[in-house]
């Protein structure tokens, strides 16, 4: 029943807990899952600040200054585009109120949380007086590694899957594991588990699963591939905010192709919300780029803070 499977590559989990429980508490994997990548990304922006000639505190003080209003973020970009599933008639304030604050069972975006993140760092940086487009360079990859441990977080909450397939890399989910936990009515009717994953079950080491694409562990990858490649290339990059423009037009475009695997996406009427900002993130990157390039090309001369070296 808690398994998750991995058939076309002969890997499977028998046995994968949301959670475990301490004096008749639940700990979430999902939220231990979040603190570590907050504490990782912090990591690394220290070490690439230190590497870069600039103050490694900024960055711890900028940490704290930011988790509350970026899960605050997460949270609200979820709830707004899941209205209906929060305010319904009857239900009354108080419980309202509750299940809008409760994120122990998922639903954070993480589009919300880096809007925040954004206006957050923005006021952050004016404040200390810092250069925003060096102090974007160094929390790139911290973001990007956080966000591929928080798609490990989904796996162990079983969201965040793709559409049916068949193919070798499909992943298997227990339908017994959705109606242990009370959700499948929910994922039926909001189209998470569509007809054509219930007329296709398959069954995998005694249980009857649906399978479906892996969209969680596709999009980690992706960013996977681009962090890495921000980290091999920082020591050459040729201007301040380079590396962050990387990520938000690497991150938009492999979002937007993910997306468009998801069924438990969030919609804006007949669009997918977060292919359609993905998008958006990636033609405004890609311009910017092209932009400091070209006045590059043209003999301007612009602020480059590279790892281990200084140039002005």
């Keep these: 029943m808690d398994g998750i499977y991995f058939p076309g590559m002969g890997i499977g989990f028998s046995n994968?807990?949301?959670g475990f429980t301490i004096f008749g508490y639940e700990i979430k994997f999902y939220g231990i899952v979040i603190a570590t990548g907050f504490m990782l990304a912090l990591w690394i922006a220290i070490q690439d600040a230190k590497k870069s000639g600039q103050n490694p505190d900024d960055y711890i003080d900028f940490l704290i200054a930011m988790i509350i209003p970026v899960i605050?973020?997460?949270?609200?970009?979820?709830?707004?585009?899941?209205?209906?599933?929060?305010?319904?008639?009857?239900?009354?304030?108080?419980?309202?109120f509750i299940d809008v604050i409760n994120i122990r069972n998922g639903g954070l975006a993480i589009y919300g949380g880096l809007i925040m993140g954004t206006i957050v760092s923005a006021i952050f940086v004016k404040k200390r007086k810092l250069y925003l487009p060096?102090?974007?360079?160094?929390?790139?990859m911290g973001v990007l590694l956080g966000q591929i441990l928080g798609r490990w977080g989904n796996f162990f909450n079983r969201e965040v899957f793709g559409r049916f397939t068949s193919s070798f890399i499909r992943m298997a989910l227990p339908v017994s594991y959705f109606r242990a936990n009370g959700s499948y009515d929910y994922f039926?009717?909001?189209?998470?588990?569509?007809?054509?994953?219930?007329?296709?079950?398959e069954i995998v080491n005694g249980s009857v699963c649906i399978t479906v694409m892996p969209a969680f562990l596709l999009e980690g990858l992706w960013n996977l591939m681009l962090l890495l490649f921000i980290f091999f290339y920082r020591k050459h990059k040729k201007f301040d905010g380079e590396l962050a423009l990387f990520y938000v037009a690497g991150y938009g475009l492999g979002r937007c192709i993910v997306e468009?695997?998801?069924?438990?996406?969030?919609?804006?009427?007949p669009f997918k919300v977060?292919?359609?900002?993905?998008?958006?993130?990636?033609?405004?990157?890609?311009?910017?780029?092209?932009?400091?390039?070209?006045?590059?090309?043209?003999?301007?001369?612009?602020?480059?803070?590279?790892?281990?070296?200084?140039?002005?």
Excluded: W
């Excluded at 039926?188 to 079950?201: A, K, P, R, Y």
């Design 16 to 18: 994968v807990p949301s």
């Design 72 to 96: 605050a973020g997460a949270r609200l970009y979820y709830v707004l585009f899941n209205l209906d599933d929060y305010f319904k008639k009857g239900k009354g304030f108080v419980k309202t």
């Design 134 to 140: 060096l102090f974007a360079d160094t929390v790139a």
């Design 188 to 201: 039926v009717q909001s189209g998470q588990i569509t007809e054509e994953m219930l007329d296709n079950l």
């Design 260 to 269: 468009g695997l998801r069924t438990d996406t969030l919609m804006m009427g």
């Design 274 to 312: 977060s292919q359609l900002f993905g998008i958006i993130c990636f033609i405004v990157a890609s311009l910017i780029l092209l932009y400091n390039y070209l006045s590059i090309k043209k003999g301007k001369e612009a602020k480059c803070h590279r790892v281990g070296k200084t140039v002005s």
